[in-house]
């Protein structure tokens, strides 16, 4: 990934607050037909040895855990705030004119090699994880023990772990560092006027400032 120094992440905590925030990552692999991608939700999580940890499943159906089994290195990338920034927000716009438009965005990249997990004790670790992730803002969770056992355990024979100890990881927020504080007011003001998305990348913009 392009990583000019103004917008590397290295952090780790800044990244697993991403992916935890965002934890459908598309998953990359080598196949002897070329590149394979596939969205697919993850949990991370650090080991005692300080280890970064993804695990996730797929479909039984799907062959691209098949592809997996070769242990070769794959890669998962996840997608923080994004958005257009226009140059009629910056300030050097009324300025000189000499500007262009943009687009901003923070992301993490992880690379490690698979394992493909078949356990019933990992994979319904692996659900009620999951789950409880992005059940816990309900008014009422579900969990796995609202449905009956024997659909869960039959719904479990259809799919496949897949657990990535991290080798290499990057992160890149590319949020206005490299425009003055002026245009960087007016890139925040710009997208405060905008939907829910555009006020959720305005808050990374004014995290980044300075």
């Given at each position: 990934m392009y990583q000019p120094t103004s917008f590397r992440e290295?952090?780790?905590d800044s990244q697993l607050a991403l992916v935890r925030a965002n934890p459908l990552g598309l998953l990359i692999s080598h196949s002897s037909q070329g590149l394979l991608a596939d969205p697919v939700p993850f949990l991370v999580d650090v080991d005692r040895q300080q280890q970064v940890i993804l695990r996730a499943h797929v479909a039984r159906a799907n062959p691209h855990w098949q592809l997996l089994q070769r242990g070769q290195e794959c890669l998962v990338v996840f997608q923080g705030a994004e958005g257009y920034i226009s140059p009629s927000w910056y300030e050097s716009k009324r300025q000189h004119g000499k500007?262009?438009?943009?687009?901003?965005?923070?992301?993490?990249?992880?690379?490690?090699?698979?394992?493909?997990?078949?356990?019933?004790?990992?994979?319904?670790?692996?659900l009620a994880g999951i789950t409880?992730?992005?059940?816990?803002?309900?008014?009422?969770?579900w969990s796995l023990d609202d449905a009956p056992a024997n659909y869960i355990a039959s719904q479990m024979k259809g799919i496949v772990g897949i657990e990535i100890v991290v080798t290499r990881r990057e992160g890149k927020w590319k949020m206005s560092q490299n425009r003055s504080a002026e245009d960087v007011n007016g890139v925040i003001a710009g997208l405060r006027t905008g939907d829910s998305a555009q006020q959720q990348l305005a808050d990374e913009v004014e995290r980044r400032r300075g």
């Amino acid at each position: 990934m392009y990583q000019p120094t103004s917008f590397r992440e290295n952090d780790l905590d800044s990244q697993l607050a991403l992916v935890r925030a965002n934890p459908l990552g598309l998953l990359i692999s080598h196949s002897s037909q070329g590149l394979l991608a596939d969205p697919v939700p993850f949990l991370v999580d650090v080991d005692r040895q300080q280890q970064v940890i993804l695990r996730a499943h797929v479909a039984r159906a799907n062959p691209h855990w098949q592809l997996l089994q070769r242990g070769q290195e794959c890669l998962v990338v996840f997608q923080g705030a994004e958005g257009y920034i226009s140059p009629s927000w910056y300030e050097s716009k009324r300025q000189h004119g000499k500007v262009v438009p943009t687009w901003n965005y923070a992301t993490v990249q992880m690379w490690g090699v698979p394992t493909v997990m078949e356990d019933p004790l990992w994979l319904r670790q692996q659900l009620a994880g999951i789950t409880g992730l992005n059940e816990n803002q309900q008014p009422q969770p579900w969990s796995l023990d609202d449905a009956p056992a024997n659909y869960i355990a039959s719904q479990m024979k259809g799919i496949v772990g897949i657990e990535i100890v991290v080798t290499r990881r990057e992160g890149k927020w590319k949020m206005s560092q490299n425009r003055s504080a002026e245009d960087v007011n007016g890139v925040i003001a710009g997208l405060r006027t905008g939907d829910s998305a555009q006020q959720q990348l305005a808050d990374e913009v004014e995290r980044r400032r300075g």
